[in-house]
């Protein structure tokens, strides 16, 4: 059964004027034309963000499109329909994932305040690190739920009706993050409102001046390019040429989502107790990339053992989760208050450009699984050199961002904004114990 499904992932039975696309092409088609279809609307979304009072509602609407699109999949039966169905998400998705990146930088902000001395770093270190790995591990295991209720799916002959009932599903899941949205305490207040009521409209690109949240952002992208191309020609590795059992595919994915359930909060005490920044264990995260697709290169013509691809699965599945975590932690070092948002949409914008780009060049080379774990290790390579060498770091990207000062006393600037919003992100956090992935 596996291997017909592989078949009919790769085989071009899709059909547009001329040309002939495979499923996984025309996947890789959609989500781009969804990312270009996001990012004027991501620079609009960045100003209202950091200058309006709208931000949960930006949020909850974004939600709310993307769990609308998720229903009429398996209305239609034509091939055609998907590319703006998928469109539509993967927009909804990327403003979603910002407006959640910009919060989880108020929530650091309000913890810490928002100027510290040199001294006080570590805490802001270890807060921001805290937060994003336990939210990635949330994350998790939200993505091992949906794999599960994916396999049990793949048992049924009817390919529409399966596509129907997961995207129902997926719908209902945006739905309850959409009621998470509404119902939590979220503060409105923005740095920006006693300094101007009006954006500039070259907000979004203010990034450029700040070199550090400019080198973060490669790694950013990278790293997501790195970790995707890794899992999609991993999986079309194991079902095309090994040919495993349906049951050992639930296995893998697994392993693959819920070992970093584990190994993520793990991570946190290794980083405090060798007092290392965001890059070094972003770092880690490279190294057990380049591991893991290293060996699937090298042994890219052998028949891998069950307990080998799930070792492996289990190393990967922890790599993908220090990259995405702590590569937030230093991209919301680098953020200016303020410019969260504008911040946030790059980072939003860039993961799933890169997510995107490593799923066209793994599902491009399904007969050749080796060339994609081999363009994976010089992508790892890549990003540790940008890491190393772009001389890029947490405390140096927060110092240019206006977060550390030299004094012992904080900014006085803003001083009962501070205190508003630490009292309500603080209690958000520390309360009600929801955070965002």
């Excluded at 891998?304 to 699965?313: A, D, I, T, Y």
């Excluded at 790059?346 to 007969?367: E, N």
């Amino acid at each position: 059964m596996l291997n017909h499904r592989y078949e009919g992932l790769v085989v071009k039975t899709i059909k547009i004027g001329s040309k002939n696309f495979s499923p996984l092409e025309w996947t890789s088609i959609s989500w781009f034309t969804g990312l270009i279809l996001s990012a004027p609307i991501l620079g609009i979304v960045s100003i209202l963000l950091d200058y309006s009072h709208y931000q949960q509602l930006i949020a909850g609407a974004a939600t709310g499109v993307g769990a609308l699109f998720c229903l009429p999949a398996g209305f239609f039966r034509k091939s055609w329909i998907f590319p703006p169905y998928i469109a539509a998400i993967v927009a909804a998705n990327t403003i979603v994932g910002a407006a959640h990146a910009r919060h989880l930088g108020l929530m650091i902000r309000g913890f810490t305040g928002y100027t510290i001395p040199r001294k006080e770093f570590a805490n802001r270190r270890s807060f921001s690190s805290w937060l994003s790995l336990y939210s990635t591990a949330a994350g998790c295991l939200g993505a091992a739920i949906m794999a599960s209720f994916t396999y049990h799916m793949l048992s049924h002959s009817d390919h529409f009706t399966n596509l129907w009932v997961v995207s129902i599903f997926s719908g209902l899941t945006w739905g309850l993050g959409m009621v998470h949205i509404f119902s939590t305490n979220r503060a409105t207040e923005t740095y920006n409102d006693s300094e101007s009521s009006s954006a500039p409209m070259t907000h979004v690109l203010s990034i450029f001046r700040y070199p550090q949240a400019a080198g973060s952002l490669a790694g950013v992208f990278v790293s997501s390019f790195t970790s995707m191309c890794i899992f999609g020609a991993g999986l079309l590795y194991a079902l095309g040429y090994l040919c495993i059992k349906s049951e050992n595919v639930l296995f893998l994915w697994l392993i693959y989502f819920m070992v970093p359930m584990l190994s993520l909060p793990l991570a946190h005490p290794l980083q405090q107790t060798m007092k290392l920044d965001a890059e070094k264990m972003q770092l880690l995260g490279f190294i057990l990339s380049t591991l893991t697709s290293g060996f699937g290169f090298y042994y890219r013509s052998t028949n891998w053992n069950k307990s080998h691809l799930l070792f492996f699965g289990a190393v990967q599945g922890t790599a993908t989760g220090l990259l995405h975590a702590f590569g937030r932690a230093l991209w919301l070092d680098c953020s200016p208050a303020g410019k969260e948002g504008a911040f946030s949409v790059w980072f939003s914008w860039a993961r799933a450009l890169g997510a995107c780009a490593g799923f066209a060049v793994a599902t491009s080379l399904p007969g050749n699984p080796g060339r994609a774990f081999g363009v994976s290790f010089c992508a790892g390579l890549i990003g540790m050199v940008v890491l190393i060498f772009g001389n890029i770091s947490s405390f140096r990207g927060a110092k240019a961002a206006g977060h550390v000062v030299r004094s012992g006393r904080s900014s006085p600037v803003h001083e009962s904004s501070e205190d508003n919003m630490k009292s309500s992100i603080t209690t958000e956090a520390l309360h009600h114990g929801k955070v965002e992935v």
